[in-house]
Structures are given as C-alpha cells and as structure tokens.
C-alpha cells in the first residue's frame, strides 16, 4: 500500500521504526508491502500500478504475459502512462499522451493494453518470428481479429514496428488464416525459421469427388504436410477415413508428408530435411 494510506493508522515514527525493523518492505517508491507476504509477479504487478496511479496501464511484454502469449513469460515489469513520472528500478516505463478506449483491457482486475494495443506495442522491439506467432495466438484465441488490428495501425502509421505489424496482416488476410492448433503453429515456426518458401494454410480444395482441407500446401511443387496430434485417430472408422483422403490425394497428383508432435520434438532437422528434398524433386 502506499505510505499515504500507512500513515492513517501508525504515526511517522512508528511508520520508520517498522521500516528500520524490516517490518515494512519498500517495493516502489511510496509503495510497501508487509514483511512475509508472498513475494509474487501479481503481487508486484498490484504494486506497479499502486504507484504508477491513475491512467496507467501494463504494457509491452508484461501485458504480453498477462494475455498469457506463449512467447512472453512472467517476470519483466513494463507500464505506460500518460504522467511524467521516473521510472523506478527495475520497470521500464512507456509513456503515451492519451490512451483510446479500444486500447484498453484488464486481466484478472488488473489495468492491462488490450491484445491489439500490446501487438503494436511489441512489433517495434520483437523478432518477426516472435511476432508472427503472438499474432497467430491472438487470432487463434480469438483475443483480437484482423479487422480490429488494422483499424488500431490505422490509428498509429507513424509507430515503429507498424508497418511490419501491417505486412503481417495482409500475410493472414490473403487466404493464410491463423492456425487451429498448437501443433500447427510449431509446424509453421519451424518452416519460418528455416528459409523454405511459406505454404498455404487450410486450403480447401478437392480430391476426387470430395472435398478436403489440408494443414499446408506447397501450391508450386503439389506437396500437402499434414500435422497428426495424438489425437487425430480416436477410431476405426477415423483410421480408414484418413488412409482414403490421403489416397485420393495422391491419386491426384499430390505428395503427402505427415509431421507428428513426437518428430517434431525429437527430430526436427531431420523433418525439414526430408520436406526440402520432397520439394526439390518436384519442382515444376
């Protein structure tokens, strides 16, 4: 709490001998917590915004965490305010001249940018890998859409990192949706991390007379990479579903590769190695 609100129950002189004593822990400036309360990321996450005050909201890779974005752990301490304020040790502090409505979340009571505000945030000071996969989160989880993100870059063109963050969007937009599972988003950073061209997401097409949508699709060379969870086979029935698709699949011409989440932990190289020769042999 902050010493302000200390003071209206102990006098100064109390307030310092407990202070001496080790009873009272200084977490911000004018702000303390009680000697053996658990030290915890929310604990100091209440006491950042005890002190950054009203209007201040967590930013960056902190409201990142707080979204709870794969990519962004707990621990580092960002807040953006609209005062004046020096920034305290350990806390980076943002300043903005106002915040929009739209701009604006909270997570588990806490005053938070919403998942758009924090995309913009990051893609000044993020990897583009990085990047690509928050957004892919935050559309998967449906935290934000494309629709609202452009509209907030509309808002900001002059922003580091927004035209970046606009490129990405255009990516998503044009036929390469978010992904629908985990599996498929680490399938996807491992082909991004290794230079091979980008494939098609969820296509949806025909093979003979039926219609199929397939993970990703080399369009060029006619090569489909499906990612198989441990659940994709509850069934006998399931079973020989998947063994005709991917017979008329072939029957039409393409070349199917099945990446499964024990591979792709295991042996990762070893799969891209063998998606690179698939592809050089069937160059058009």
Do not use: C
Request: net charge neutral; hydrophobic share 40%.
């Amino acid at each position: 709490m902050k010493r302000a609100e200390v003071l209206r129950f102990i006098t100064k002189r109390q307030f310092g001998r407990r202070l001496a004593s080790g009873g009272l822990v200084r977490v911000f400036p004018s702000v303390y917590r009680v000697a053996g309360a658990p030290e915890t990321f929310r604990q100091k996450l209440e006491a950042l915004t005890i002190w950054a005050g009203k209007g201040a909201v967590l930013s960056h890779r902190t409201a990142a965490a707080l979204h709870a974005f794969s990519r962004f752990e707990e621990g580092t301490l960002e807040v953006t305010l609209t005062s004046q304020q020096r920034s305290p040790a350990g806390v980076t502090v943002h300043r903005t001249d106002a915040f929009l409505k739209e701009d604006l979340d909270e997570v588990d009571d806490l005053p938070v940018t919403s998942a758009a505000r924090t995309l913009i945030d990051l893609s000044a000071a993020t990897d583009q890998l990085t990047m690509r996969a928050s957004l892919d989160e935050a559309l998967r989880r449906k935290l934000t859409t494309l629709d609202d993100l452009r509209a907030a870059l509309e808002k900001r063109k002059g922003r580091p990192g927004a035209p970046e963050l606009l490129a990405l969007t255009h990516e998503f937009d044009g036929g390469d949706g978010p992904t629908e599972s985990e599996l498929e988003a680490v399938m996807l950073e491992l082909i991004d991390g290794s230079g091979l061209p980008r494939p098609r997401r969820q296509k949806r097409g025909h093979a003979g007379d039926q219609r199929v949508r397939v993970d990703f699709l080399f369009e060029e060379q006619g090569v489909i990479l499906e990612g198989d969870g441990y659940e994709h086979h509850s069934g006998v029935k399931e079973f020989e579903a998947e063994r005709e698709r991917n017979n008329l699949l072939t029957a039409s011409g393409f070349f199917v590769l099945h990446w499964t989440w024990r591979a792709l932990h295991d042996r990762p190289m070893e799969l891209l190695n063998q998606l690179l020769a698939t592809l050089n042999s069937r160059r058009r």
